[in-house]
């Protein structure tokens, strides 16, 4: 359904995503993961074109959508489609339920725009006497489900949903992760699920991607990397995630990341991951790993576990 190509995004002097790859099959869910500041956002923000690439491909559904102009997308919006991080603050302030929900319908030119959004509003879980309301009456969930019934309103292909939990709730957010789970199997829906929680992706996705300042550092199926990742910095992520079980708790190994992230102004030399890796050794700080195949995923390091 989608292939992104070698994507490159450049603000000024800063490379915010250097030469990501990757592909998603209908139906599938794929989760991307990273600190903030990754490049994650931005990837997504690219593929859904609110962003110009750099350089690299992006093709969806058939056809290089890398570079359409404006009046060319619009016909493109309707199968691809976004959820944002914080929902208030992506709802318009000064327009009711109903209208944030017809906006898409009504610059697709649908027809029957007043019973579609009643329907959709009971899709997400709230009532059609909802439309008349504005945004500021609802809780960040209830928000979060208005974003969802405007990015489904022209049943889409694609869903990027960017973060759409972090924002919330704790006791609220498995409730919006089952919603787009359900929906995603009543719709047929393909999903790139963005988060810096892994605990969240697991539940999700079918495949996962772990990005590190702008790469692509390890990339397979869900299961395969949560129970033995390959990458230092997907073990790291990874045992930063509590586990339910008090006894296990106690005895796991906890892996404390040097520092902050570097900036992507200045990445280090070599793997980018080197200042912050257990594992580094001198190669690590002359040579850059490329993504290969390893124990059945892919992996971007000298020496994977
Ligand atoms: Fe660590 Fe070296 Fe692998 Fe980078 S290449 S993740 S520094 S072991
Ligand atoms: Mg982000």
């Known amino acids: 359904m989608l292939t992104v190509t070698d994507l490159e995004m450049r603000f000024k002097d800063v490379r915010a995503v250097r030469g990501v790859s990757f592909t998603v099959r209908p139906g599938e869910t794929l989760g991307l993961v990273g600190e903030s500041g990754c490049g994650k956002s931005t990837t997504a923000r690219a593929i859904v074109r609110l962003l110009e690439p750099s350089a690299g491909t992006i093709r969806f559904d058939g056809r290089d959508i ?15 489609q976004m959820i944002f991080q914080d929902p208030h603050s992506s709802l318009n302030p000064r327009q009711t339920v109903g209208q944030i929900i017809a906006n898409p319908l009504v610059v697709q030119g649908v027809p029957g725009v007043k019973a579609k959004v ?97 790469r692509i550092v390890e990339t397979g ?10 990458h230092p910095y997907t073990r790291a992520l990874l045992s930063a995630v509590p586990v ?35 594992r580094a050794e001198e190669l690590c700080r002359a040579e850059r790993p490329l993504l290969r195949v390893h124990r059945g995923r892919e992996v971007a390091c000298h020496f994977p576990l």
């Open 66 to 80: 890398t570079h359409l102009s404006h009046r060319e997308l619009r016909p493109l919006r309707r199968d691809l």
């Open 118 to 214: 009643g329907e959709l509003l009971d899709m997400v879980g709230l009532i059609p006497e909802h439309a008349g309301r504005y945004p500021h009456e609802f809780s960040g969930g209830q928000a979060q489900r208005i974003g969802i019934a405007r990015a489904l309103a022209t049943r889409p292909k694609l869903v990027i949903a960017d973060e759409p939990v972090s924002a919330l709730d704790v006791s609220v957010q498995a409730q919006i992760v089952n919603l787009l789970e359900e929906l995603q199997r009543e719709l047929g829906l393909t999903y790139i699920f963005i988060a810096h929680d892994l605990s969240v992706v697991r539940r999700v996705s079918d495949r996962v991607a772990v990005m590190y300042l702008g």
């Open 221 to 230: 199926a869900g299961d395969a990397l949560y129970d033995g990742p390959a």
């Open 244 to 278: 339910p079980d008090p006894k296990v708790e106690r005895t796991r190994e906890r892996i404390v990341l040097r520092g902050d992230p570097p900036s992507p102004a200045a990445p280090p030399p070599g793997c980018s991951f080197h200042p912050r890796c257990p």
